[in-house]
């Protein structure tokens, strides 16, 4: 297939072609013919997936057909929600790419940044509004924005939204807007709180639904390498150094060990630096900018603060701790063999990880090969713990073969579920209702208005902190019943 066939007019398949794109990915494919025929749409894709183009290229199709031309009376006519600033921000770079030949403007908004160069920018116009939940609807509280001629809506990473607690405000947003307009859902995951939002958000959508990286991901290797607690750190050094890798995109699940982390690699020689929710938001798109160009080798993110980012053709992934909610796993490896391209996911796993390790492998549906790497293995994992079997036996009898680590050893600090509990608050976006974060940071919901608190937590994630099973329920597919 062609981008030619999809109906977009001459700009925009100028502007794709610029973009570098040949042939649409199958969820552009997909959805672009039924977006222009102006129906709502639920569609199950994953980012990397080019999702971002299949809602945004029929978006400034639609509205450059319908443009009055007159500057004057520009109202907002789209309007694209988003889980996190730094997906809001990449959205808005797409709006700007595919949309460089049409007369068509846009404007991000989100917390954490002055709030008076967005109110002059709504003044002076926009045609289409990138934002997260909270500032968007401090504007529309005020208001400093009028989203009653909004004729598009996308919600653009519905599951993480939702996840991040940001049903209320997603509800609150709709208030604003008119009754009859276009409904865009894009999830990865197909739940039943997603279910309940398309049911009372979209009008007899049609159903997209494009294969999961979690089933799919078989371009991005998986790999496994154990090691004690106290050597991960020189281990990731060693492999960094060992394969000369340029760019590596490394996970911790605190912000203080994001710091901790960076910080040692750059004493190792090599060049990091962390990106949180602590971290201003010019600090954040400065570290992104300099990973982007090659100017540091290793980001360190938390999970929160990596949502949504989109680094080109970024070789390789690794986990330096294993995620609590194994759905968070599948997004991270999400961020390497995108758009086709090949990528490898390293997690380097101690003894006290081996629950999350199993829990990834149930939802995966299979597990991941794991690989010692000499003077990293047994002799080097703590005394107290279990050791290893030998590498062959485990790499070739997987889960069955490998170490009975103890999921979680008495005295081991940050890995108990107190220790979680405390250590993942503070990161990401905030929602104004988000349950979880009310009863453990009672002062977080007003943070969020500022855009400097941080605290999220989902509902799966609480199930876990419970002690119960992690549900896989949040990572249904998509299937054709609304039921
Ligand atoms: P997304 O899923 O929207 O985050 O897109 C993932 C990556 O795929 C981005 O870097 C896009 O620039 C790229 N991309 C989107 N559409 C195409 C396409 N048709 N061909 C090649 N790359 C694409």
Not at 129 to 137: D, N, Q, S, V
Not at 172 to 182: A, T
Not at 268 to 288: E, M, P, V, W
Request: proline share 5%.
């Amino acid at each position: 297939m062609d981008f030619k066939e999809l109906g977009l007019r001459a700009e925009l398949l100028d502007a794709v072609r610029k973009a570098g794109y040949t042939t649409p990915t199958p969820i552009q494919a997909k959805a672009i013919p039924v977006v222009l025929n102006n129906q709502d749409v639920l569609a199950g894709a994953q980012t990397g997936t080019g999702k971002t183009a299949a809602f945004t290229l029929p978006m400034l199709e639609i509205l450059s057909r319908t443009q009055s031309g007159v500057k004057k009376s520009r109202r907002p006519r789209a309007l694209v929600l988003t889980p996190t600033r730094e997906l809001a921000a990449q959205v808005a770079e797409s709006v700007a790419l595919y949309g460089r030949n049409l007369r068509l403007n846009s404007t991000v908004i989100y917390g954490g940044v002055g709030i008076n160069p967005q109110i002059n920018s709504l003044k002076r116009g926009v045609d289409i509004i990138i934002a997260t939940p909270g500032r968007l609807l401090d504007h529309a509280s005020r208001p400093t924005v009028d989203l009653s001629t909004i004729e598009i809506l996308v919600l653009d990473e519905a599951d993480r939204m939702l996840d991040m607690g940001f049903i209320h405000d997603i509800k609150r947003v709709i208030k604003f807007l008119p009754l009859k307009r276009q409904n865009l859902l894009f999830s990865a995951t197909y739940n039943d709180e997603i279910k309940k939002l398309a049911s009372g958000l979209l009008n007899q959508p049609e159903l997209i639904e494009v294969a999961r990286r979690n089933t799919t991901a078989e371009l991005v290797s998986q790999v496994v390498h154990p090691v004690g607690r106290t050597r991960k750190r020189e281990l990731l050094s060693h492999i960094i150094s060992d394969g000369n890798w340029k760019q590596v995109l490394v996970f911790t699940r605190t912000k203080h060990g994001a710091n901790r982390l960076s910080k040692q690699l750059i004493t190792d020689k090599i060049s990091a630096t962390a990106i949180h929710g602590d971290k201003t938001q010019g600090a954040r798109t400065r570290a992104l900018a300099d990973f982007k160009r090659g100017q540091v080798r290793v980001l360190v993110a938390t999970d929160i603060a990596a949502r949504g980012l989109d680094i080109d053709k970024l070789p390789h992934v690794v986990n330096y701790d294993l995620p609590h909610v194994p759905e968070d796993y599948v997004h991270r490896i999400g961020r390497t063999g995108r758009a086709g391209l090949s990528g490898e996911a390293v997690s380097i796993v101690c003894p006290d990880e081996s629950l999350q390790l199993r829990n990834i492998e149930r939802l995966l549906g299979k597990k991941i090969e794991v690989k010692l790497i000499p003077g990293y293995t047994k002799e080097n994992i703590p005394t107290g713990s279990p050791q290893p079997t030998s590498p062959r036996r485990t790499a070739k009898h997987g889960v069955k073969g490998r170490p009975k680590w103890s999921s979680n050893p008495a005295g081991r600090s940050g890995s108990g579920a107190s220790s979680k509990r405390r250590d993942s608050v503070g990161e990401g976006e905030t929602s104004s209702r988000n349950k979880y974060n009310s009863r453990s940071t009672p002062k977080g919901e007003n943070a969020d208005r500022k855009g400097s608190g941080e605290a999220v937590e989902s509902s799966t994630r609480k199930r876990f902190f419970k002690g119960k099973r992690v549900t896989t329920n949040s990572n249904q597919r998509f299937s054709g019943s609304k039921s």
